[in-house]
């Protein structure tokens, strides 16, 4: 398949060009857009993408921790794939085929399926020609849960898993047809549980901002990209300088990714909660734990936190010289948008080794307090993230206490009496606090994709 067959046509006033359709979690029906709900049984959500495969309608995951695009076809027909709009072969006249299989294994599930190409259409762009896959088989991915019928992968192309000599990433087709000015795409993944099925307080463009949130690129901070190895990319990755509880600053375990001086942070849209390393991950739950606010569930293998636990947690992230801490709202720290019981919420940060595109994985829940630029490579510029504040602590903290009421937890403690940062480290990660055996590789109900 010729990657050089794409083609970028513009469908409408290019004036209105810009503007996407976002929105957060799904019913099943996608014949309308539906309300932005949370899916309280499989304790997980998505941000989905209206797209037009060979003129069939798709939601379909928003993912900027994956490279590639792929839909369920219509000769799916495990449990997975059940209950979705499903793409029909026979019902396009763009499709080709070819005998190239896929095969994706994300942190939670896989996907099986044949390379093809087809026109693909976002919003007012058209590609012809985009390479894609139609999957075939999927395993453990919960899509029947979301309504989501596949995967818009928005990394970078060395992370793709359809070779490239079978065809361009469609974020690599559609910042070619952009000038340096133009080259980025930005997000903002809202909170919305509106009824009101007209309404998305989510917004993702291309090529410009969203003027209701802001114009002036001036106000975000940029970083470029981490690369081990200098000119390629492969997530959207910046290093974590720190994080801090209250103010006090979590010990962070050292970097596993190859010439990082820091540990190194993925923004992962398809991904729910933060996932970091377990030693620092049990640490921060420990810290957070004064008066028995915190627990480990050894059944669902995850942290827990009182449902009116009030932490001001921060992460400082870029390069030492520009880096700037972002606030989470504490309702992103005690998540009750999952199941509750008895008062006990899941925590929004959880532990996961098994991650090896990064040491730590930030999914909605840190997405959730910023405004994302991401911006492409450009003749003066490697790529670069962008990133704006949008949660002020103060008023946050208020709206938290307001929604979940007082705190009677004691102030958060880093370190118990006469012990160092790095013991209560270690004691929390070989489980002689928390009580945990083993080594806990895999929270990848938490990975949407």
Not at 117 to 145: C, D, K, R
Not at 308 to 316: P, Q, T
Not at 360 to 367: I, K, R, S, T
Request: proline share 5%; hydrophobic share 35%.
């Amino acid at each position: 398949m010729a990657t050089n067959m794409n083609r970028l046509d513009y469908r409408s006033d290019p004036s209105q060009r810009m503007q996407l359709r976002l929105q957060r979690g799904l019913h099943k029906d996608t014949s309308v857009l539906l309300s932005d709900v949370s899916v309280a049984s499989s304790q997980e959500y998505a941000y989905l993408i209206r797209t037009d495969i060979g003129g069939q309608e798709f939601w379909i995951t928003f993912d900027t921790g994956s490279s590639d695009l792929w839909v369920v076809s219509s000769g799916c027909t495990n449990p997975d794939c059940q209950g979705i709009t499903r793409y029909s072969s026979s019902s396009s006249s763009t499709l080709t085929l070819s005998d190239q299989p896929f095969k994706l294994t994300y942190l939670m599930g896989s996907v099986l399926g044949t390379v093809g190409t087809e026109t693909v259409t976002l919003g007012p762009y058209e590609i012809s020609s985009q390479t894609f896959a139609l999957a075939n088989q999927t395993s453990g991915l919960g899509l029947s849960n979301t309504g989501n019928s596949g995967i818009l992968g928005l990394s970078f192309p060395l992370a793709a898993s359809i070779p490239l000599t079978s065809g361009t990433p469609i974020l690599d087709n559609l910042f070619t047809h952009f000038d340096d000015q133009h080259r980025f795409f930005a997000f903002k993944l809202g909170r919305n549980e509106s009824q009101d099925i007209s309404y998305s307080d989510s917004s993702l463009t291309i090529g410009e901002l969203d003027s209701s949130l802001t114009n002036d690129t001036s106000q975000f901070v940029f970083t470029p990209v981490f690369a081990s190895t200098p000119n390629e990319y492969d997530f959207w990755k910046l290093p974590i300088q720190q994080i801090t509880i209250n103010a006090q600053v979590l010990p962070l375990s050292r970097s596993l990714v190859r010439g990082a001086p820091s540990p190194i942070a993925v923004l992962d849209t398809g991904t729910t909660l933060i996932l970091g390393p377990t030693g620092d991950v049990d640490a921060f739950w420990y810290a957070i734990g004064t008066g028995g606010s915190t627990k480990y569930n050894q059944n669902t293998q995850t942290w827990q936190v009182r449902c009116e636990r009030a932490v001001d947690v921060r992460i400082k992230l870029g390069n030492s010289d520009t880096a700037k801490e972002y606030p989470l709202h504490p309702e992103d720290v005690s998540w009750a948008e999952g199941e509750t019981q008895d008062g006990w919420c899941t925590g929004g940060i959880q532990a996961n080794n098994g991650v090896d595109s990064g040491d730590w994985l930030l999914g909605a829940v840190f997405l959730r307090n910023v405004y994302v630029i991401h911006q492409g490579t450009t003749n003066s510029n490697p790529p670069m993230i962008g990133l704006l504040n949008t949660t002020d602590p103060s008023i946050a903290l208020a709206e938290f206490t307001s929604s979940r009421g007082p705190d009677p937890a004691p102030p958060p403690s880093m370190l118990r009496a006469g012990s160092s940062a790095t013991e209560v480290r270690d004691t929390v990660a070989t489980c002689v606090v928390c009580g945990v055996e083993g080594n806990r590789k895999d929270k990848s109900i938490y990975d949407t994709t």
